[in-house]
């Protein structure tokens, strides 16, 4: 994509009324796909956009309530999913202090969201029934996308512009331009360029979708933090393509790392709120390599990267044993 391209944004709640359709397929006028920036990586836009959109959801969902002890239920993936809140005293918070909190607490657990997706589509789990999604698990750029998408709807509501469906597709449209903007993106050509460069290094062309190993480089490292996986100018250099490449080298890369907050007005944010996924007898043969004291009860965010690191291990094995068959060392 190139940043011109991009369309306005549709807001579609996924997380609380999704449409089954082709993978990656378009999502109304929106014209997603991926573009690379100086400061942020490979951005991929539908991530960025479904992670602002559950953000405003359940902030919708969890403002009037905030204080109390209360459970909000999510469409099964791998299994049965919630986010449990927890009572807490609301004297000495001003309103706009609460609508903070509401804001952060929204944007964490939709940000938690996206990391529980891509846990579940490691173990299988398939948004269109005929296509594995397991090529697509801890893909390098999904998790600081939704963290981006998670940053952006925070702003929106801090500065009320979720108050319609119209003012909030809007504005989104106008923040993710500009929020993209500021990570300084590269054009559709060098984009395009940049995905060759980096073939045979963070994924391999010769392997067909969906394939699990057509993808090469994943991210495994979760956490309210996020930095960017920027392509080094020693595989840009490597490639036919870096005359077109080289004005992006022209400085060092100096990748933009964000983060959400912890705690916010004396209020420890993890203490507020846990999603929680608990796994289907479909998908417990995945979870063979895990120690069962992890998950059989259900496991929620905290246990997110210690998960991820069981996958992470057993992925290596597997890549290993893949290139051994093909010959590569």
């Not at 011109?4 to 807001?11: F, K, N, T, V």
């Not at 405003?56 to 099964?76: M, N, Q, S, W």
């Not at 992006?248 to 004396?266: C, D, I, N, Q, R």
């Given at each position: 994509m190139s940043l011109?391209?991009?369309?306005?944004?549709?807001?579609e709640a996924g997380t609380f009324s999704r449409s089954q359709g082709e993978p990656y397929g378009p999502k109304g006028g929106e014209n997603n796909g991926m573009l690379y920036t100086l400061k942020g990586g490979f951005i991929d836009l539908a991530h960025v956009r479904d992670t602002t959109d559950n953000?405003?959801?359940?902030?919708?969902?969890?403002?009037?309530?905030?204080?109390?002890?209360?459970?909000?239920?999510?469409?099964?993936?791998?299994?049965?999913?919630?986010?449990?809140?927890?009572?807490?005293?609301?004297n000495g918070l001003s309103q706009q202090q609460i609508l903070e909190l509401s804001a952060n607490l929204a944007a964490r657990m939709a940000y938690s969201m996206a990391?529980?997706?891509?846990?579940?589509?490691?173990?299988?789990?398939?948004?269109?029934?005929?296509?594995?999604?397991?090529?697509?698990?801890?893909?390098?750029?999904?998790?600081?996308?939704?963290?981006?998408?998670?940053?952006?709807?925070?702003?929106?509501?801090?500065?009320?512009?979720?108050?319609?469906?119209?003012?909030?597709?809007?504005?989104?449209?106008?923040?993710?331009?500009?929020?993209?903007?500021?990570?300084?993106?590269?054009?559709?050509?060098?984009?395009?360029?940049?995905?060759?460069?980096?073939?045979?290094?963070?994924?391999?062309?010769?392997?067909t979708m969906p394939d699990k190993f057509m993808l090469l480089k994943r991210h495994y490292e979760f956490g309210k933090s996020q930095s960017p996986h920027l392509v080094p100018k020693m595989l840009a250099k490597?490639?036919?393509?870096?005359?077109?490449?080289?004005?992006?080298?022209?400085?060092?890369?100096?990748?933009?790392?964000?983060?959400?907050?912890?705690?916010?007005?004396?209020q420890n944010l993890s203490e507020l709120a846990e999603q929680w996924l608990f796994v289907g007898a479909k998908y417990e043969k995945s979870f063979s390599h895990i120690p069962e004291s992890l998950w059989r009860e259900g496991f929620s965010n905290k246990h997110f990267r210690l998960i991820s690191h069981y996958n992470q291990r057993q992925d290596q094995r597997e890549l290993q044993a893949h290139l051994e068959q093909r010959g590569d060392k």
């Open positions: 011109e391209e991009i369309g306005p944004h549709a807001y953000t405003v959801a359940l902030f919708k969902r969890i403002h009037p309530r905030l204080g109390e002890e209360f459970t909000i239920e999510l469409p099964d993936e791998i299994g049965k999913r919630e986010i449990r809140f927890s009572a807490f005293e609301l990391e529980a997706h891509e846990i579940a589509q490691w173990h299988g789990y398939r948004t269109w029934v005929p296509w594995s999604e397991e090529v697509s698990a801890y893909s390098p750029e999904d998790v600081y996308s939704n963290m981006l998408g998670a940053k952006i709807g925070v702003a929106l509501i801090l500065n009320n512009l979720v108050m319609n469906l119209e003012s909030y597709n809007q504005h989104m449209t106008s923040w993710l331009n500009a929020a993209l903007t500021q990570l300084e993106p590269a054009s559709k050509e060098q984009t395009n360029a940049l995905f060759s460069a980096i073939d045979g290094h963070w994924w391999d062309s010769s392997v490597q490639n036919p393509n870096w005359p077109l490449l080289a004005p992006l080298f022209a400085e060092e890369p100096s990748p933009l790392t964000l983060a959400l907050p912890s705690e916010l007005h004396k």
